[in-house]
């Protein structure tokens, strides 16, 4: 069969909202189609969220950067005592809690690196401290890796260790730790950390005791197309299972300061079509999130026309892992006028949501404005 003939039946697919096949995701990335790719994508990402683009108002807590693991891609970690760690205390980690008091945040993500100390018991402490602080604010923190350690040090199952930070207040996990699914890519890049069954292992336990969660997937460095099938056909499936994932998050590989800088970074190009790719693949996960603190405001507001429906939040510069990693976005910060504008100059119509994607209707109070650049779909 043709090239465009496979092009033509995907096509249809896509429009009579079939779902894709492996083979057919690989075609879909040899495609240098970006037009196709992105009208197909679009198509998809209006049919689930219409002409809407999601952000909520956030920051991070980063516990500590010194970590047990040295995966070959991280330019954030370091050893303890090593110039450039850090390892907050619960009380410091609660005085940057309490500095957001009677502010307009609907969110806390907190991630860190796996520390060879802290263990469940100290996470649980700190959740209860935010809890108590910021009793309104949706809680989503610690990767499947961290939660993986943190937990058996602490000698629980995975799920009683879960059902005791739920109680605690956590109210969802967000997506990293997952990189590349592939064991022998895994290897290479991540050596040592949770292998990829464990990982999707506990999302699955999250899901079930009902914790939702996000996923993610570092690409762009030694992975294949198939490996990036693979690793999304993993999440498709047990998104089949278990509805818990929200957003899915294509994280672009930065080279700064890691030991895997000589690979560089894939272009623009690549990083659309991936966008384009992953929403046409995934069709069970309802949002895919553009992450302006690691591709740039200017990257993340076009991934916008190939499929992403969300912006992820303002996060008040709170968080280093990117900028670390060489991010334009030195000194991650954006208002909500900013990230309105942002989103309304590209023509889809922003949404601030909190972290389950409830919509909230905060713009109508805060002197949201029509953007001053219409593009023809806002006036469709
Ligand atoms: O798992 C680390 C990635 C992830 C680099 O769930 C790097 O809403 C590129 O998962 N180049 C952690 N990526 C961050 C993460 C995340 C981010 C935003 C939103 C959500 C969410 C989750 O950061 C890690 C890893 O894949 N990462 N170093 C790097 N040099």
Same mark, same amino acid.
């Given at each position: 069969?043709?090239?465009?003939?496979?092009?033509?039946?995907?096509?249809?697919?896509?429009?009579?909202?079939?779902?894709?096949?492996?083979?057919?995701?690989?075609?879909?990335?040899?495609?240098?189609?970006?037009?196709?790719?992105?009208?197909?994508?679009?198509?998809?990402?209006?049919?689930?969220?219409?002409?809407? &683009?999601?952000?909520?108002?956030?920051?991070?807590?980063?516990?500590?950067?010194?970590?047990?693991?040295?995966?070959?891609?991280?330019?954030?970690?370091?050893?303890?005592?090593?110039?450039?760690?850090?390892?907050?205390?619960?009380?410091?980690?609660?005085?940057?809690?309490?500095?957001?008091?009677?502010?307009?945040?609907?969110?806390?993500?907190?991630?860190?690196?796996?520390?060879?100390?802290?263990?469940?018991?100290?996470?649980?402490?700190?959740?209860?401290?935010?809890?108590?602080?910021?009793?309104?604010?949706?809680?989503?923190?610690?990767?499947?890796?961290?939660?993986?350690?943190?937990?058996?040090?602490?000698?629980?199952?995975?799920?009683?260790?879960?059902?005791?930070?739920?109680?605690?207040?956590?109210?969802?996990?967000?997506?990293?730790?997952?990189?590349?699914?592939?064991?022998?890519?895994?290897?290479?890049?991540?050596?040592?950390?949770?292998?990829?069954?464990?990982?999707?292992?506990?999302?699955?336990?999250?899901?079930?005791?009902?914790?939702?969660?996000?996923?993610?997937?570092?690409?762009?460095? &030694?992975?294949?197309?198939?490996?990036?099938?693979?690793?999304?056909?993993?999440?498709?499936?047990?998104?089949?299972?278990?509805?818990?994932?929200?957003?899915?998050?294509?994280?672009?590989?930065?080279?700064?300061?890691?030991?895997?800088?000589?690979?560089?970074?894939?272009?623009a190009?690549?990083?659309?079509?991936?966008?384009? &790719?992953?929403?046409?693949?995934?069709?069970?996960?309802?949002?895919?999130?553009?992450?302006?603190?690691?591709l740039g405001k200017g990257l993340a507001r076009m991934?916008?026309?190939?499929?992403?429906?969300?912006?992820?939040?303002?996060?008040?510069?709170?968080?280093?892992?990117?900028?670390?990693?060489?991010?334009?976005?030195?000194?991650?910060?954006?208002?909500?006028?900013?990230?309105?504008?942002?989103?309304?100059?590209?023509?889809?119509?922003?949404?601030?949501?909190?972290?389950?994607?409830?919509?909230?209707?905060?713009?109508?109070?805060?002197?949201?404005?029509?953007?001053?650049?219409?593009?023809?779909?806002?006036?469709?």
């Open positions: 069969m043709s090239y465009s003939k496979m092009l033509s039946i995907i096509s249809e697919k896509i429009n009579s909202g079939e779902r894709l096949t492996a083979d057919e995701g690989l075609v879909l990335y040899q495609s240098n189609d970006l037009a196709l790719l992105a009208s197909m994508a679009l198509n998809v990402k209006q049919r689930a969220s219409g002409n809407k &683009v999601f952000f909520n108002r956030n920051f991070h807590i980063e516990p500590t950067n010194v970590c047990v693991f040295e995966c070959n891609f991280c330019s954030y970690r370091r050893s303890a005592g090593q110039e450039g760690s850090w390892d907050y205390s619960i009380d410091e980690m609660l005085d940057i809690c309490r500095s957001y008091r009677g502010k307009p945040v609907s969110e806390v993500h907190i991630v860190g690196a796996v520390h060879p100390k802290h263990d469940l018991h100290f996470f649980v402490r700190l959740i209860e401290g935010v809890r108590e602080i910021l009793p309104e604010i949706h809680i989503k923190a610690f990767t499947a890796v961290e939660l993986d350690c943190m937990i058996r040090k602490a000698g629980l199952s995975i799920e009683a260790g879960l059902n005791l930070l739920k109680k605690a207040g956590l109210g969802s996990i967000p997506g990293g730790g997952a990189e590349i699914f592939n064991h022998s890519v895994r290897r290479k890049i991540c050596g040592s950390k949770a292998p990829a069954q464990r990982w999707l292992d506990i999302h699955e336990i999250a899901h079930k005791i009902g914790l939702p969660s996000n996923a993610s997937m570092l690409y762009g460095h &030694v992975e294949t197309y198939a490996d990036r099938i693979d690793h999304l056909e993993r999440l498709r499936n047990l998104q089949d299972r278990t509805a818990g994932f929200n957003a899915f998050i294509p994280l672009k590989y930065k080279s700064a300061n890691n030991a895997m800088n000589s690979i560089g970074e894939v272009n190009i690549e990083t659309l079509k991936n966008f384009a &790719v992953c929403r046409l693949f995934l069709d069970n996960i309802p949002h895919i999130k553009s992450y302006w603190p690691m991934a916008l026309e190939f499929g992403a429906d969300d912006m992820d939040g303002t996060i008040d510069d709170s968080t280093k892992i990117y900028s670390m990693a060489g991010s334009d976005e030195i000194s991650p910060a954006i208002d909500l006028e900013q990230m309105t504008e942002l989103i309304a100059e590209t023509g889809f119509i922003p949404i601030e949501r909190d972290s389950l994607y409830g919509e909230l209707k905060i713009l109508e109070d805060s002197g949201f404005q029509e953007p001053r650049i219409k593009t023809l779909r806002s006036q469709l």
